[in-house]
């Protein structure tokens, strides 16, 4: 013979949402979903546009004609398109994972009630939060102390570490690896890297897979450090190549007096307003396709590690 309590079934009444709320909010998610996916689907419409009938009926869901010059042109004029996609990924994924250890291990040691010099390391990692030296103080640093011009270190080293990253990891592991756990790992013999890469890790991955995505993004959509540290074509990652054929563009659409005859109908041809959509698309859609990866890991683990202690 079972015993219910007798107010569980109210409260689990009370719990439930009403259908016409249900109704409600999945009416506000679809709205809030399509306010974000029309104006991208938008710019990809633009983007396979012919430019002049863009110019003569203006911007529409339904072009009059399509043509993917822009892209064509983007190719063309950026013949280093695919390697700056292999610079930007590269640095991608090594600047996520070198950022990853350092803030995890940083963030790690943190958390722990037993370390010794945990005020020290957290003002340390508060302080740049308030203040920055500046842009020529950082110029002056990377290459002047760390001789890293022209070089693909450059472009991963000054985003690796960020003191809203550490603090809100700090607090993730504080909140979710007991100590118990560690002192039981101890206790078998386990050393402290195998602590954190067997232990740790697994049980904190989703901060570690929040922590992933904010890197991630960083390092893809970053131009400025190629712009201040690099002068090799070579290593000119995806970004900053774009901005430079945009560059172009401006300049020769805006300088048709410098030019003779045919210059000018060169830069009349020019696709100056698709081609903005066109490099939105290249820049954006890679990445759109890690989301869906760090999803499943994102909501638990900003939540869990929001709370700053």
């Known amino acids: 013979m079972s015993l219910k309590p007798k107010q569980s079934e109210p409260e689990s009444r009370n719990n439930l949402i009403k259908k016409p709320t249900n109704v409600l909010f999945n009416i506000i998610m679809i709205l809030l979903s399509l306010l974000s996916i029309i104006p991208f689907i938008f710019v990809v ?52 994972l070198l950022g990853l250890l350092l803030t995890g291990s940083f963030a790690y040691a943190l958390s722990r009630s037993t370390y010794a010099y945990k005020k020290f390391f957290t003002v340390l990692i508060t302080v740049p939060m308030l203040f920055s030296g500046g842009m020529i103080a950082n110029y002056l640093v990377v290459t002047k102390v760390l001789m890293l011009k022209n070089s693909v270190w450059a472009l991963i080293l000054p985003l690796c570490m960020n003191s809203f990253n550490v603090i809100v990891l700090r607090t993730f592991f504080k909140t979710s690896i007991p100590e118990a756990v560690v002192e039981s790992a101890k206790i078998d013999g386990a050393s402290e890297w195998r602590l954190f890469f067997k232990i740790v890790i697994p049980m904190a991955l989703p901060g570690m897979a929040t922590i992933g995505l904010f890197l991630t993004l960083a390092y893809w959509n970053d131009w400025f450090n190629a712009m201040m540290y690099m002068e090799n074509p070579n290593w000119f990652p995806l970004q900053y190549l774009l901005i430079k054929i945009q560059t172009s563009i401006d300049w020769l659409a805006s300088n048709k007096s410098m030019m003779g005859v045919s210059g000018v109908q060169a830069a009349a041809a020019l696709p100056k307003e698709t081609i903005k959509m066109a490099i939105v698309v290249i820049s954006t859609l890679p990445i759109i396709f890690a989301y869906p990866f760090f999803q499943r890991y994102f909501v638990s683990g900003l939540t869990v590690g929001a709370v700053k202690e």
């Open 45 to 96: 419409i633009i983007s396979l546009t012919d430019e002049g009938a863009l110019a003569l009926n203006g911007y529409r869901f339904i072009p009059e004609k399509l043509s993917l010059f822009a892209y064509q042109y983007i190719v063309e004029a950026g013949a280093n398109i695919i390697r700056s996609y292999g610079v930007t990924i590269l640095v991608t994924v090594v600047g996520m």
